[in-house]
């Protein structure tokens, strides 16, 4: 279960772009980072995220993707972390017949 990130598949369906902007629930972040001392590198936080939400994928690709910088609070990371996911294998709605 996921109720704070909408996530699915594998983005292998057809007709979707690459990434969509996601809804990344910030508490995530900070449920992954609860015991994180500032100031912290990039290195200090993604091993705050893996220790705290190891089955948090979302989370830590967003941490990943961090600039290498030191950060002096939480919301300085919320700022920094893109809100990207892959989009779902299979849309919720039917597909229309493509036109040739």
């Known amino acids: 279960m996921r109720p704070a990130c909408q996530s699915g598949g594998d983005?292998?369906?057809?007709g979707y772009?690459?990434?969509?902007?996601?809804?990344l629930d910030p508490k995530r972040i900070h449920e992954?980072?609860?015991d994180l001392d500032f100031p912290a590198t990039k290195d200090e936080i993604l091993a705050a995220a893996q220790r705290n939400a190891p089955d948090?994928?979302?989370?830590?690709?967003?941490?990943?993707s961090l600039p290498p910088v030191?950060?002096?609070n939480l919301d300085?990371?919320?700022r920094s972390a893109p809100r990207m996911r892959t989009p779902p294998a299979d849309p919720p709605w039917p597909r229309a017949p493509r036109a040739r």
């Open 56 to 64: 948090g994928e979302e989370v830590l690709k967003a941490l990943r």
């Open 17 to 23: 772009a690459a990434a969509v902007p996601i809804v």
């Open 11 to 14: 983005g292998a369906g057809a």
């Open 70 to 72: 030191d950060y002096h």
């Open 32 to 34: 992954a980072l609860v």
């Open 76 to 78: 300085e990371i919320i």
